[in-house]
């Protein structure tokens, strides 16, 4: 019998998994899906603190910690990029501006259609399909093991191990009946497009712009509700219209894939560790929205404090 269960191998899962085997244990993955058909996949993804508050900030201080030295190593899938965030109304200086390697507030010059505020920083970016892979790589070279299986309830785990980690994303609505869970889909376009040397981050407009290690990835959409796992074309055609608009270089991009994904929205993430009546327990982490990787190492660390409690008993 494993010492640990982790439902989910999304980017909470996975990171939660490898944190728990860098602590010592023996961990066991149960996902309905592999990483690749996840919505993690289809993220951005940037390291995005703006819109953080409480609890949420310090797990997205140590995610940005951890991934800070990442974006010196070849192959991570993390790599240092230069944003532009804008807004359409004058915005303080973020909590995090010190912790940032570069960062500047973008004059009214560079400012265009109506926007008034912004900032200009190097933050990290996340290419998703060699981020998940590396880190699933490493947690089975280092000898934890995968089952795919979808599971309906957190209970037709029991017996199996002392301690199950609930990363189940949207899916919790199901696993762990929790009715405060609800889908925000997105859809976004990776492109292979040359010389876009700064991305660009509207999230009033969901105008996104992320060059990555793998091309250039645009968005998007945030569908609260929306459970379609489809590719929508006029949603396609719509990204890649505002984009090109920011951008012009964008337009004749050719276009290397699509993803759909559905952010796991929740007033709050749910982070927190559950007595079970047969002995066991469960530390529920999900409810990431739409800054699951964000959030992601933050949150892995305190699973790892949350197990050693639930193993003390
Ligand atoms: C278009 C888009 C752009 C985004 N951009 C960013 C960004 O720039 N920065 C950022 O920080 N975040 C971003 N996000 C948000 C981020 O992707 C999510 O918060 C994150 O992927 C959630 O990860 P997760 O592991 O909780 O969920 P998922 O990736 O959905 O993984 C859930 C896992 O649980 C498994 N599971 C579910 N139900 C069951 C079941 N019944 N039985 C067994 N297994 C089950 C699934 O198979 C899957 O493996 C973006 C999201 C989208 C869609």
């Excluded at 010190?98 to 990290?124: A, I, T």
């Amino acid at each position: 019998m494993p010492e640990v269960i982790v439902i989910g191998s999304g980017v909470i899962g996975l990171s939660a998994a490898r944190a728990l085997q860098l602590a010592g244990h023996d961990v066991h993955i149960v996902t309905r899906d592999l990483p690749k058909n996840t919505t993690s996949i289809a993220a951005g993804a940037v390291w995005s603190g703006s819109a953080l508050e409480g609890r949420s900030r310090i797990w997205a201080a140590a995610t940005l910690a951890y991934f800070l030295p990442l974006t010196k190593e070849a192959n991570s899938g993390v790599t240092l990029q230069r944003m532009r965030e804008v807004y359409a109304e004058r915005v303080p200086d973020p909590w995090y501006r010190d912790r940032l390697p570069f960062f500047q507030r973008l004059s009214k010059h560079e400012l265009r259609g109506g926007l008034v505020g912004g900032y200009l920083m190097d933050v990290p970016m996340i290419a998703p399909p060699i981020y998940l892979q590396r880190l699933h790589d490493q947690f089975l070279a280092a000898g934890g093991t995968v089952e795919k299986r979808k599971i309906e309830s957190l209970g037709e785990l029991a017996g199996e191990a002392p301690l199950l980690v609930n990363c189940s994303g949207v899916g919790a609505r199901e696993v762990a009946g929790d009715e405060a869970v609800y889908p925000i889909r997105g859809q976004t376009m990776l492109l292979d497009a040359k010389g876009i040397r700064v991305g660009y981050m509207d999230n009033v407009a969901i105008d996104h712009i992320f060059p990555r290690a793998d091309g250039v990835l645009i968005g998007g959409v945030k569908q609260k509700g929306d459970w379609n796992r489809q590719l929508d074309p006029a949603t396609a055609a719509d990204i890649m219209r505002r984009c090109s608009k920011i951008e012009r270089r964008l337009a004749n991009a050719k276009v290397l894939r699509e993803f759909v994904g559905l952010r796991p929205g929740r007033d709050e993430v749910r982070l927190e560790l559950e007595r079970l009546d047969d002995g066991g327990a469960v530390i529920h982490n999900y409810g990431h929205g739409s800054v699951g990787y964000t959030l992601s190492w933050g949150c892995a660390e305190e699973v790892v404090a949350l197990a050693e409690k639930a193993q003390s008993k």
